[in-house]
């Protein structure tokens, strides 16, 4: 209970202390009561239905996490209630008791709502059944009121979802990249602490490839972030979007294939380093000296991650990190640890000319200016 209520009051600090998912979560929470409210307004007060039960209900679940989900949501749901609907009060029709009716009408209803077009939306054609059969309201009329209401409350929650603070997820793109681009230059540092002070074993090595896995988990979250920021803009006009405060100005697209590629490249490093670390493999572990100097480059890679990190924190502005002369003179080191490597036998060159491809892999991705040719040379 103590844990609960800590993580209850640090969600209630962050949604007061500024932008966040924390507010964006409140504000959300607060449309749909809204909705709902404005819906029963409508159909029990102005309209005097008495079925006003069916407006606020469907106006209060079609506030959804963006406009266009709520209008797909709005389509699934009214289709859904039409079909329980319909379904549930023709079985009472043929069968004039409630208990056949719902063993008419209940099984196909529920695997209909199995069909894929329906979404999560299609446990509404089951539950509009039960509530048409238990209040006994299956004329024609009654239909049709049940059926309009649902319509309307769609209506009221699709134009308040729209029209009051209209979701726009793009905060989320720039948080799950700065985190990629954070978490991959710890995840180097890792590493390179480890070949640094030569505690090298199967066990440490299994510890990188743990971490390099939640690297490609933090990658599937910024995939599906990106997912959300498309869907968020559509629908959503220009003027509507300036109300809710949130920046534009996201990392283009190419950032995300940029650092997706990053992420691979760290697997196949901590790959390369947990085969090499296994008694019963083939390849071998390079010299202490070459892993040193290797250690060192990691280093620096993990310098470079963090430098991103914070220019992609940025509104779109500030400068990329830079390359220094050390990396180039690291290179010319593992380049002669080659050579040398070489007269040992094809085991030791052959992780130690991977680890260094993978490294000049990650230099390119994570420096782009690398990639351009030095006239001088």
Known sequence: MRREAGAVARAARSACGGPGRERDLVVQSLKAAVAALL????????????????????????????????LRQAAQQWTAICAGTLLASGAQAVTGDTLGALALSLPVLMLLANWPRFGDQGIYAATTAVFTIASGAVSASAVGHRVGQ???GAVVGIAVN?????????????ENLVALAREAGEVLDRVADGLRDGEWDAARAAEWSRASARLERRREG?????????ESLRLTSGPLRALHRVPLDVPPE?????????????????????????????????????????????????????????????????????????????????????CDHAAWGAEHTAVLGTLVLQAENLWAEILPAAREPDPSR
């Open 39 to 70: 819906a029963w307004s409508v159909a029990g007060v102005w309209l005097g239905d008495p079925m006003a039960l069916m407006a606020p209900w469907a106006a209060l679940v079609l506030v959804q996490a963006t406009v266009y989900g709520s």
């Open 162 to 174: 729209a029209l009051v603070l209209p979701p726009v997820h793009l905060r989320d793109v720039r």
């Open 222 to 230: 910024l995939r599906a972030a990106r997912g959300w920021s498309r």
């Open 254 to 338: 190419s950032e995300d294939g940029r650092w997706g590629r990053v992420t691979g490249h760290v697997a196949a490093l901590t790959r390369t380093l947990a085969v090499a670390a296994d008694g019963d493999r083939t390849p071998a572990p390079p010299g202490p000296a070459a892993l040193r100097t290797y250690a060192r480059l990691l280093e620096l890679l993990g310098d470079a991650c963090r430098a991103e990190a914070e220019r992609l924190r940025g509104a779109g502005g500030g400068e990329r990190a830079r390359e220094s002369a050390e990396p180039e003179e690291l290179r010319r080191d593992l380049q002669d640890s080659l």
């Open 150 to 152: 649902a319509a309307l």
